[in-house]
């Protein structure tokens, strides 16, 4: 049987004859017709004015940093329940996160520790220069009181919705909730572009500058001349016509991936010790992972036993997010809460969310899952403390 992955990704067929178009007009080379019309054809999905194609959502993110100025010894708020992109990106300009736990009810930064955090920053006189609030998941963040807060302190915010193409936040999508939005094209994502990123922002200058770092810096002059240091940050053309075939299927990936959570917890959601994410009532989840978590004791196993029951059966799962204040490379950094986050990491388990998932494969899962439960892995058997 073929392995299945936690979320590999899945052309529609367009892709290949955009590809092609790209080849035979000979725009291989970085930019090109099809970084322009993805661009624009990104920006009217998202709803925003203004988008520049680069090469990873890192790319993105450090662009979005640099461009608030960020500088060294600076704070930037984050998510501590995330990927490590998040936080790099604040470290790539010498800035210090600090990071934020998450609401167990919807997993993403709580506005509530946010709040606080914020007033003890400016109770100590030193406001932090940004705050990156990440869609986790596929899950929007709760933007309107995460916003209302930094507004209080002016202080501006990056939304990382990497996770969350598709998704919605009252009635609205993603990424447009914050000075600018960050999203990712990496292989795993929603869609791909093999590996990609946008910026996106309503503020055509700040587009505009990031355009222009993520291009060398090249002043206007028939010669190379810079007045600033630059990166080589571009989407090439080649996989900007990837992006355009996927773009069009967004929807129906996004439809595939919540269907996988409904098949999940339909067969697994009256298991004792399974709890899935919450849906929060503001939004659209796109689901992007189906995340559980395992309590040891009532489902007679352990998240690892379950992952590793799959593995033996060659089946990817993964833990949630290691959160960021664990992390040993950001063990100096200062944290708000982070018992939620931690807990959430010990029991956590992305399940296979593809959407290229059959019916077969989604048996097969929750037939592994399910005997971990009845075989009660080796927890059942060993003996109670006393
Ligand atoms: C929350 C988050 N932010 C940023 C990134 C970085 O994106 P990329 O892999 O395109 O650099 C990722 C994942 O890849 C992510 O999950």
Avoid at 73 to 91: H, P, R
Avoid at 167 to 178: E, I, K, L, M, N
Avoid at 186 to 209: P, Y
Wanted: net charge neutral; hydrophobic share 40%.
């Amino acid at each position: 049987m073929a392995r299945i992955y936690l979320s590999p990704p899945h052309m529609s067929g367009e892709e290949a004859e955009l590809v092609r178009d790209a080849f035979a007009s000979n725009w291989i080379a970085p930019l090109g017709p099809h970084v322009d019309a993805f661009e624009r054809e990104f920006a009217a999905a998202v709803g925003v004015p203004h988008a520049v194609a680069l090469s990873s959502g890192t790319a993105a993110l450090h662009l979005a940093v640099k461009l608030l100025g960020v500088g060294p010894g600076d704070e930037v708020l984050c998510s501590t329940l995330t990927f490590s992109a998040s936080a790099n990106a604040i470290a790539y300009e010498g800035g210090a996160p600090v990071f934020v736990d998450c609401d167990p009810a919807t997993w993403n930064l709580d506005p509530a520790l946010l709040d606080e955090e914020l007033w003890e920053c400016a109770r100590r006189g030193r406001l932090p220069k940004a705050a990156i609030v990440v869609d986790l998941y596929g899950q929007s963040a709760d933007h309107e009181p995460i916003l209302a807060a930094c507004a209080t302190h002016g202080v501006p915010v990056i939304e990382d919705a990497a996770e969350a193409l598709g998704a919605s936040y009252r009635g609205a999508p993603v990424g447009r909730f914050g000075r600018c939005g960050v999203f990712s094209f990496n292989g795993n994502k929603v869609i791909t572009t093999s590996g990609g990123g946008m910026l996106v922002s309503e503020d055509a200058e700040f587009v505009r500058r990031a355009r222009f770092l993520a291009t060398q810096a090249r002043d206007p002059a028939p010669h190379y001349q810079h007045s600033a240091i630059g990166y080589n940050y571009r989407l090439s053309n080649v996989l900007a016509a990837i992006g355009r075939g996927q773009l069009r299927v967004l929807e129906e990936r996004v439809a595939a991936r919540r269907r996988n959570f409904d098949y999940y917890r339909e067969h697994l959601g009256g298991l004792p010790g399974i709890e899935f994410m919450p849906e929060a009532p503001y939004g659209r989840c796109t689901r992007w992972l189906t995340c559980l978590t395992v309590d040891p004791q009532a489902f007679g196993a352990t998240r690892d036993d379950i992952r590793l029951a799959l593995e033996a059966e060659d089946v990817e799962a993964r833990p949630v997010w290691k959160p960021m204040h664990l992390q040993p490379v950001f063990a100096s950094s200062r944290v708000r809460g982070g018992a939620v986050a931690a807990r959430l990491f010990e029991r956590g388990l992305c399940l296979p969310s593809g959407s290229s998932l059959t019916g077969d494969d989604l048996e097969r899962i929750v037939g592994i899952v399910r005997k971990a439960h009845r075989g009660g892995g080796q927890l059942r058997a060993r003996p109670a403390k006393p």
